[in-house]
């Protein structure tokens, strides 16, 4: 049963709200436009703050909504990271768009608020903190997410919980590399 859970999750990320809102709102396909990337930026950028909105809450939602299912089904809390990697794996690399799809950010941010919000809280403010420093979204971002799996090993969650975390983080380095290059390419400069 967890791993058809697992399986779904992964389909219910490629659900790409950009994808839909651009549709609905130009009758347009947002990967032709803009920076053709299928997220709340590219959203944002090409329909407004009303593009971008709706972008994001969806992205959050799939987040949510898997990792909360997870929990009501009474999965193990390894399991629950486990349908949150999936539903992030399938917004970055999306079977329905030819496996291009966003970069994860959103999606990721909502399941782990699901997950446990202490480590979540604990995150936001080294983000926050991070912003004022660095003056980048995207850099005090990265740079806060990997603190993620180190929030949870202080907070004495499982090596394995940990691990699955850092998974999680992982990917959406993997999907942002090529702006954390350009980023710090700037930052040194």
């Known amino acids: 049963m967890v791993y058809v859970y ?3 999750s992964y389909f219910i990320g490629t659900i790409m709200t ?3 809102v651009m549709k609905f709102m130009k009758g347009e396909d947002i990967r032709k436009l803009g920076s053709g990337n299928v997220g709340a930026r590219n959203a944002g950028r090409l329909l407004g703050k009303k593009g971008f909105l709706l972008t994001a809450i969806g992205d959050v939602l799939k987040g949510i909504l898997v990792v909360a299912g997870a929990k009501y089904l009474g999965f193990s809390l390894e399991h ?16 329905t768009l030819k496996f291009k799809g966003g970069k994860g950010i959103a999606t990721a941010a909502g399941g782990l608020v ?7 809280l604990v995150f936001g403010g080294i983000f926050l903190l991070l912003l004022v420093i660095l003056r980048s979204f995207t850099l005090a971002g990265m740079t806060a997410f990997l603190t993620v799996p180190f929030i949870y090993w202080f907070m004495d969650y499982s090596l394995y919980e940990c691990t699955l975390v850092f998974i999680v983080i992982a990917l959406l380095l993997v999907a942002h590399r090529d702006n954390l290059k350009e980023k710090l390419a700037r930052k040194i400069i």
């Open 6 to 8: 697992v399986l779904a």
């Open 18 to 20: 950009a994808y839909v």
């Open 80 to 95: 629950q990271i486990l349908a949150l990697i999936a539903v992030v794996v399938g917004h970055i690399w999306p079977i």
């Open 114 to 120: 699901v997950v446990a919000y202490q480590p979540f």
